[in-house]
């Protein structure tokens, strides 16, 4: 009788086992292919990742090299020929009827305002400048071209230092980004910016009392028609890492800050 149940017994359990190593080795394959499916599908964003950040940056090296060009054609060529018309000016002045003088004497100062304008913008337009002078340094210089229209404060807390060259220039983009939007789409009357160095994060806020606009609804459209705006300062700030955020509505303003986690910093010294 032991024997016959035995025989029956032994093969069962000996089914089972083989049934639970098999179901075993299925699932462990299925795990595997699982587990390298997402490790395949993660590299392959890794490197879609890498790729974008080289076009970007690619691409943000080519408009540098632009605005260099056109920086050194505004100091070299353009201010020459306002140089000249100041000297025409002044030859033409002693010669010229009292009646006109008062106009030449108008023109002379517009032509003297003109070069200093001029020689501001290529400034602000030279890499190998804003690098030497760094990123705070080139910002207060971009709000002081302001201070004639608008009622412009700065605040400044924590220790100041640098961070790398390139990220204080796309840093430094970016902020003239924002600020051209509120000089041509805000209408607006006084511009307040923060900065905040502290040892783990850079803080930045630029608000305006403008009229505002609608967030998600610019961002849609700058999307929909690929404009340069809106895109061109997010792509900006996924550069350098940086959180960037707008913060705005209908006849209440805008608040544009920029928050870099971690700024990689540079030994460069402060001017």
Known sequence: MQTAIDTIVIPIIISTILVLIFSGAVIYA????????FRHHQELL??????TQALLQSRLAIQEQTLDHISKELHANISHLVSLININLSEILPQSPMSQRENIIETKSLAKQLMTELKNLSASLNTDHIIHIGFVKALENELNRLVKKYEVVTTKNGEEYRMLPEHEIILFRLCQEVLNNVVNYANATRIATSLTFAPDYFLLTIADNGVGFNVEEALHLSAEKQSTGLLNMKER??????EFTISSQNGEGTIVTIHIPHPEKSKLPLL
Not at 30 to 37: D, E, P, T, V
Not at 46 to 51: D, F, H, K, T, V
């Open 30 to 37: 299925l795990f595997s292919y699982q587990r390298k499916k």
């Open 237 to 242: 700030a996924a550069v350098i890492k940086s």
């Open 46 to 51: 890794e490197i879609r990742e890498a790729n």
